[in-house]
């Protein structure tokens, strides 16, 4: 199974910009669907962004949208999430999650087999 490590977290006033990595243990280009999941305390785990096997689908929970950018580097090990003009509601622990390539591409936390530790992304004022 596949093994996925976040990293990239800190803390950035609002409007400043992050940029994390998931690094996994084995190529995820064409096998594993990759995604970027956030939680905050006391709140349930919810859908940022994903991409596609193939890294030509993408999808974005609406209000990262224009703000977010999330890839993957050419040897496909690597997925990136490019964060911009981030706010306070952007505070959380972001979790890394890979799921099978021949599933739709989805925002649903059960998509996803793998999960990372997570990384904590904390905005201030």
């Known amino acids: 199974q596949v093994q996925l490590v976040e990293s990239g977290g800190g803390l950035v006033q609002a409007g400043g910009s992050l940029r994390l990595s998931c690094v996994a243990s084995?190529?995820?280009?064409?096998?594993?669907?990759m995604a970027w999941f956030r939680q905050d305390s006391g709140n349930e785990r919810e859908f940022v962004a994903a991409?596609?096997?193939?890294?030509?689908?993408?999808t974005y929970a609406d209000d990262v949208k224009g703000r977010f950018t999330i890839l993957r580097d050419n040897g496909g090990n690597t997925m990136i999430l490019e964060m911009y003009s981030l706010k306070q509601s952007d505070t959380g622990v972001y979790y890394c999650?890979?799921?099978?390539?021949?599933?739709?591409?989805?925002?649903?936390?059960?998509?996803?087999?793998?999960w990372g530790q997570g990384t904590q992304v904390t905005v201030s004022s």
């Open positions: 991409i596609r096997g193939s890294g030509v689908e993408t």
């Open positions: 999650a890979a799921g099978s390539f021949l599933k739709p591409l989805s925002a649903s936390a059960p998509s996803y087999d793998y």
């Open positions: 084995e190529s995820t280009v064409n096998t594993y669907n």
